[in-house]
């Protein structure tokens, strides 16, 4: 995911440190080091990342929006832990949380999918002889929990910043290496980003599944039949290209861009099972199922950016045996060959997908659902064209009219009713002269029904309750002309 570094720029960074030798260090050059170190090894490991930096101190500033060139960030601060004094201050801000506006909320917890990770140029003894730790903590409470605060281990010197910034990196940004499989054809390569551990909310005591560092393809699907289907997260599959001694020349960057394109060169003159796929993927409109570990599975496809450009991206299912039902069980699908006929047809027009379901579901019956305001009008104006049509249409208005009315009580939407009812009443005062009598009385009769129910405080505004048409001596007329 994209990096903001927040880099602070307050006095309290300038304060030097104790490190041997003649050399007069201050807390800004140890997040200096750190963070050159975080930047170097992106830059050759972690290249597709996109990194922000802001500074701040009792104002913000955007320094670098969002790039790819490390080149620019030489200098990064991180915070000491110093909370600052007075309004605006990291501690003042903390005790007035819960008394802010909506219009001055708290940045935390972000709109967003996010990890916070505070980088401190203190120890920990430091930062728990005063508030600092707590209020750090809070912050990461306040982000839903997700993130770390790192500190380092011992006195303030150029190795132990280091190994804290070692530790980021490790945890936050180490490259995933996978080896992708079908058959005997294998591939070394890298997915971006890292995929995160899956936590399963059903299960008694949740543990994170990690997918497996070997991806099995095991079998090929049209992307007709596999649809658009709800996926967990989407990445980037990378091909590792090796040369001759089995040496790494794929992801990474050289000083020397002569060195750089010549081993692209030799990269790419070597065959690849991963081009391979993605080439035949693209070409035959079809999708690779890929088992990502104990009924986990995924898919690999060809994601085209451009006309010319297009990606091996890979897309993982919730875990379980059936994450897409209109395929069934994973486990239970096998090549056409095992078929008796093959149920793509002979002239490849039909499809065995979607499985038609055992149980008749829920979502089968005839059921109002307004998901879109334009759904809501259309009820409301077909009840409206059956009303300029009373007496001749008085059946279909009723049931139109019922329809709307369960759904609104359903929903609980009870001004619908009520605003159905003023145009009712409306349309029985725009009624021509050459009207039937009969079509008065109904649109009166059924606008008070609707604001009788709109009330929910009688038994016509019960649920079963249905609006019966009005029997008058138009209507049973009327009936027997019909």
């Known amino acids: 995911m994209p990096t903001v570094v927040v880099m602070d720029v307050s006095l309290s960074m300038t304060r030097p440190v104790s490190v041997e030798g003649s050399e007069e260090y201050q807390r800004k050059h140890l997040a200096v080091h750190g963070l050159t170190m975080l930047f170097e090894h992106m830059a050759t490991n972690y290249k597709l990342e996109f990194t922000a930096l802001v500074v701040f101190s009792s104002l913000w500033e955007l320094m670098v929006p ?17 909370l600052g004094i007075g309004r605006g201050s990291l501690r003042h801000s903390l005790a007035t949380h819960n008394q802010r506006s909506e219009s001055n909320r708290f940045p935390l917890p972000f709109p967003f999918p996010s990890k916070l990770y505070v980088m401190c140029m203190a120890n920990l003894e430091e930062l728990q002889s005063t508030d600092s730790l707590d209020c750090l903590e809070r912050l990461i409470d306040l982000n839903n929990g997700e993130g770390q605060i790192f500190t380092i281990d011992g006195p303030l010197c150029l190795k132990n910043v280091q190994s804290m910034f070692g530790k980021l990196i490790d945890l936050a940004y180490t490259p995933f290496h996978a080896v992708l499989k079908c058959g005997h054809l294998t591939s070394d390569v890298q997915v971006f980003p890292r995929p995160e551990p899956f936590i399963i909310d059903e299960e008694i005591d949740p543990i994170p599944k990690a997918i497996n560092t070997d991806l099995e393809i095991v079998g090929f699907v049209d992307i007709a039949d596999i649809s658009s289907p709800p996926v967990l997260s989407r990445h980037l599959v990378l091909p590792i290209a090796l040369n001759r001694e089995g040496d790494e020349v794929g992801p990474g960057i050289t000083d020397d861009t002569e060195d750089e394109n010549s081993a692209n060169q030799i990269a790419g003159k070597i065959p690849n099972f991963c081009v391979l796929l993605h080439g035949s993927l693209k070409v035959e409109g079809m999708v690779a199922v890929v088992q990502l570990g104990p009924e986990w599975y ?122 159905v009812a003023d145009m009712l009443e409306r349309e029985c005062t725009l009624l021509p002269d050459t009207a039937h009598p009969d079509a008065a009385f109904q649109l009166t009769h059924a606008a008070q029904q609707l604001k009788v129910a709109s009330t929910g405080a009688s038994e016509y505004a019960a649920y079963d309750h249905n609006i019966a048409p009005l029997q008058t001596d138009f209507s049973s007329s009327t009936t027997e002309r019909m």
Not at 382 to 405: D, H, S, V
Request: hydrophobic letters at 35%; charged letters at 25%.
């Open 298 to 419: 995924g898919m690999l496809y060809s994601q085209a950016d451009s006309k010319k450009k297009s990606n091996l991206m890979m897309s993982l299912f919730e875990p379980g045996p059936e994450p897409l039902p209109w395929l069934g069980k994973m486990a239970q699908l096998g090549p056409i060959s095992d078929a008796k006929e093959n149920p793509y047809g002979e002239d490849d027009n039909k499809s065995p997908f979607p499985l038609q379901p055992k149980n008749k579901r829920s979502y089968a019956q005839n059921v109002t659902v307004w998901i879109k305001p334009s759904g809501l009008q259309t009820d409301v104006q077909k009840i409206l064209r059956n009303a300029r049509k009373l007496p001749e249409k008085t059946q279909t208005f009723y049931k139109e009219l019922n329809r709307l009315r369960k759904a609104a009580l359903a929903f609980g939407f009870l001004d619908l009713l009520k605003g």
């Open 66 to 82: 969002f790039t790819r060139d490390y080149n620019t960030l030489q200098v990064v601060l991180v915070t000491d832990g110093c």
